[in-house]
Structure formats: structure tokens, C-alpha cells
């Protein structure tokens, strides 16, 4: 499956942007997915997770300014950001497994998961 991203763009610290993501083929009821990130000269980092019961989980740096959902009648996964800060800057990937992405505190897709080509969120002051 291929997922596309989209709703990435120039906002300023304080502002809010939306991201959506959505497969080329399958329903996502089923499917562990999240929202990974990767600043410039940083390593990949989770962001936010939704498991196939819809249980959600975030990284602490954004818990409480985003909120990750499924809409299912579009099949479409959602990353609300709010009260953006100029460290949210960073490509977000969109990713989708066979379950959990973020399990045990651990950060993981399985080598049967998919990967977006990412969608560039840039925070400015």
C-alpha cells in the first residue's frame, strides 16, 4: 500500500495546521498507524500513534498541542496540530502497520509497514 500525505505548510509559532494521510488501497480501520517526524540533522522520531482499537499515543514534547484521529468514512488518518512551536518543524511521514506503532514506549514499524514520502510543516517566529 502507498500512503499520501497532504496539509503540510508555513505557519507561524502559535498557529495550527492539519495533516491527513491516505492510502492508495485498503481500509485503515484495521491498521496500526502514526505520524513520525525528522527535523534537519535529527534522527526520525514518533510523533503520534492511533492503534487498530483506537487507543492514541503522542511523544511528550506534543501531547496536549496534537491530536491524532482516524476518519473513517473518508479512510483517512488526521493529525490536528495546534499551538504550533519552531520546534515542530520537520518533514511528517505518515506511516500504517499491521498493529501498534508505539508499543511499550518503543517507537517501531515493521519491516510490513508503509511509509509516506512525508509532507514538509515549517514553524516560523
Known amino acids: 500500500v502507498e500512503l499520501q500525505e497532504s496539509g503540510g505548510g508555513s505557519v507561524q509559532a502559535g498557529g495550527s495546521l492539519r495533516l491527513s494521510c491516505v492510502p492508495s488501497?485498503?481500509?485503515?480501520?484495521?491498521?496500526?498507524m502514526g505520524w513520525f517526524r525528522q527535523a534537519p540533522g535529527k534522527e526520525r522520531e514518533g510523533v503520534a500513534a492511533?492503534?487498530?482499537?483506537?487507543?492514541?499515543s503522542y511523544a511528550d514534547s506534543v501531547k496536549g498541542r496534537f491530536t491524532i484521529s482516524k476518519d473513517h468514512d473518508k479512510n483517512m488518518l488526521l493529525l490536528q496540530m495546534n499551538n504550533l512551536e519552531l520546534e515542530d518543524t520537520a518533514m511528517y511521514y505518515c506511516?500504517?502497520?499491521?498493529?501498534?506503532?508505539?508499543?511499550?514506549?518503543?517507537?517501531?514499524?515493521?519491516?510490513?509497514?508503509?511509509w509516506g514520502q512525508g509532507t514538509q510543516v515549517t514553524v516560523s517566529s
Open positions: 492511533i492503534d487498530p482499537d483506537g487507543t492514541t
Open positions: 506511516v500504517a502497520d499491521r498493529d501498534s506503532v508505539h508499543v511499550a514506549g518503543m517507537w517501531y514499524v515493521s519491516s510490513a509497514g508503509a
Open positions: 488501497s485498503g481500509r485503515i480501520g484495521p491498521w496500526g
